[in-house]
């Protein structure tokens, strides 16, 4: 790649990357970007937290074409030290990139080693690697950038080239500073979570995490059956799992005396608990982006029911008021598609995680048992078409079970 087309190409990622708010989609896009720009087959992104490296994200093209079209690859979570003994440890701790031809051929003499136990288990032989850190402009290591056999023109695994090297370390420092402005982002919306958090033991980080991992892995294979645009879908999948972690914000309005209640609600408590979906969506009623408008849809109507049976219906935004049917005299529902499609997906995502996780009211269920109940409600409570995607996608939600278990 000549100078001048590699300087173009750097200022289009750059652009590409800083228009992603979410984290998460965010780390995926750089690794998908280093690895087109070194033509490498795989690749993985470690993110630096409480003094190690955490495995984030994996992506490999061999192995991903043996999958069937909107399967993804199903990966283990781990740690690695940030010291010396292992490729990114060495790389993080000393802030050095590191290009091996052959990671079966590493000296003795290197204080690092390479672990073929990934390679055993996957059936996959990684030769050629190229470890970037990740480093922030006051010198922080935010984490580290590992590529994985590099192909030529003909297909071969080749070394990565000296001009990848350079290349990368360059796309490096600005993706550091696109991972930065995330991260401010994420820590943001905890922020807010956690507001939530202190009046209701029940919204955790990690559920508020998880509910927007399933949320983005639901809508992808909604969107991919509907045949939207990839630019559209990856536009959208940034602003929802932003967007899905607040469902729930409006709870900050409720009284602790009905929100900590450990028994049934009353009925006149069920409908003061109601109100937390519109005293949620009033935090976005200065709607002046596409996330403020997902975001109000969420949680006004994530409680919704696809049979028009859930709440809080059409209701007047301030007041709380109902809207009453002129015809019927009676409140005006929402049903079917006429609730937005976001929130039958939160609605979902929301309901499979409180089913299966322990609360302090009650024993998580056993997995068969919450299969059978959204089974059960598919066509009342859930649109039916996402209760099929969702399991059609649920190894990737198990694997987003994985990535945020329960702290406690």
């Not at 750097?10 to 690895?35: C, F, P, Y």
């Not at 109507?301 to 009676?330: A, C, Q």
């Amino acid at each position: 790649m000549a100078v001048k087309n590699k300087l173009k190409r750097i200022l289009e990622i750059d652009s590409d990357l800083n228009r992603l708010q979410d984290l998460d989609l965010l780390l995926d896009k750089v690794l998908l970007e280093a690895r087109k720009s070194s033509n490498a087959d795989a690749g993985s992104i470690y993110i630096a937290e409480k003094g190690k490296l955490n495995f984030k994200y994996s992506h490999n093209d061999t192995k991903q074409k043996d999958l069937e079209p909107g399967q993804k690859l199903i990966y283990s979570y781990f740690t690695v030290d940030i010291n010396e003994s292992s490729i990114a440890g060495y790389v993080a701790a000393n802030r050095v990139p590191l290009n091996i031809a052959n990671m079966y051929k590493i000296p003795k003499t290197k204080p690092y080693s390479f672990n073929s136990w990934y390679d055993e288990q996957s059936k996959y032989k990684t030769i050629s690697t190229l470890t970037i850190p990740l480093v922030s402009n006051q010198g922080d290591v935010l984490g580290v950038l590992q590529l994985i056999n590099s192909k030529n023109e003909e297909g071969e695994i080749v070394r990565f080239k000296k001009s990848d090297e350079s290349f990368l370390m360059h796309f490096a420092s600005n993706a550091t500073i696109a991972i930065q402005r995330a991260q401010m982002t994420r820590q943001l919306l905890l922020r807010m979570i956690e507001m939530a958090e202190m009046r209701d033991p029940k919204e955790t980080g990690p559920h508020v995490k998880r509910v927007a991992g399933f949320s983005v892995e639901i809508y992808e294979e909604w969107a991919r059956l509907k045949k939207i645009p990839k630019e559209q879908i990856e536009k959208e999948k940034d602003v929802l799992r932003m967007a899905a972690m607040l469902h729930d914000v409006g709870k900050v309005g409720i009284s602790d005396l009905i929100l900590k209640k450990p028994g049934r609600f009353t009925e006149d408590e069920f409908i003061v608990m109601q109100s937390h979906s519109y005293i949620g969506a009033r935090l976005f009623i200065g709607k002046q982006s596409e996330f403020d408008q997902m975001s109000m849809d969420i949680a006004l109507f994530h409680h919704e029911n696809w049979d028009g049976s859930g709440y809080p219906g059409r209701i007047d935004m301030f007041s709380g008021r109902p809207v009453i049917d002129e015809e019927t005299n009676l409140p005006q529902g929402l049903k079917g598609e006429e609730i937005p499609i976001f929130a039958r997906i939160v609605s979902l995502a929301d309901v499979y995680d409180a089913l299966s996780c322990r609360r302090v009211y009650k024993e998580a269920w056993d997995e068969d048992r919450v299969f059978e109940e959204l089974k059960k409600c598919r066509g009342t409570k859930f649109d039916p078409e996402l209760i099929d995607i969702f399991f059609k996608v649920l190894p990737q939600i198990k694997q987003v079970r994985k990535q945020h278990p329960d702290t406690d």
